[in-house]
């Protein structure tokens, strides 16, 4: 079972999803972690939250899972960069994980069920592999949910194109609001459910992200894939890239992202 990865990995992805830490991106999950631990980190893209996430459960191991070789490639490449070494590898589908029962403490996974055709499935494999009194976490950010200043029509535009492509390829963009449902549909009955947010208000965040996703709506599979849909012209997306460079460059510019998180207690 898959579904199209719709961000995809171009670099001007990758450059946004390296500033991905622990600490930003895995806060809610931090107090459950201790050295020893065995840890699954699925979805790990480039291996920077991989990466601290080993330093924190060493001498415990962490396998790092992706969709495939060639991404997997692409996660040991930046684990190796950043030092760590108590990694492990494999490449794989976390809808029917080729891993046994009761197999982790930790089952972590970030910005991975929004993406996926059967997130209810996926919760119940990791669940499956987590050891009694182990938890899985999962953090999902909630599109919809998205708000920004000053107000534009071009990034509204923006915001419509991708949740119709995330729908198109078979996730669903929301899915922050939905971890909870999604869990007890997987039939979790000791869940803590909380949420937190990205602010990108200050002039490093700002320009980071504005012209992080300037060059996305042009040169990612994001708009490869508007494009072959037929959702967007070429000269739209320029436009929506244009706005992205306006706001980036606005000192009055602020944008946050709510992101749904779960723990689930085994």
Known sequence: MSSAYT????ESVLRSHRARTAANSAAY?????????????????????????ARLVAPGRVTALETSDAVVALTH???EASGVENVDYLAGDVH???????SFDVVHAHQVLQHLPDPVQAL??????CRPGGVVAVRDADYSAFTWYPPSPALGRWLDLYLQLARANGGEPDAGRRLLAWAREAGCSN?????SVWCYADDESRTAWGLGWADRI???AVADQVLRRSLATADELHGI??????WAADPDGWFTLLHGELIIHV
């Open 191 to 195: 869940v803590t459910a909380t949420a």
């Open 241 to 246: 890239s244009d706005a992205w460079r306006a």
């Open 96 to 102: 029917a994980l080729d891993l046994p029962d009761d």
């Open 7 to 10: 961000h995809g990995h171009a």
């Open 77 to 79: 490449e930046g684990v």
């Open 29 to 53: 999950l931090l107090p459950h972690l201790q050295p020893g631990q065995r840890l699954l980190d699925v979805g790990a893209g480039p291996g920077t939250i991989t990466a601290d996430l």
């Open 124 to 129: 119940r494999e990791m669940v499956r592999v």
């Open 218 to 220: 042009l040169t990612s």
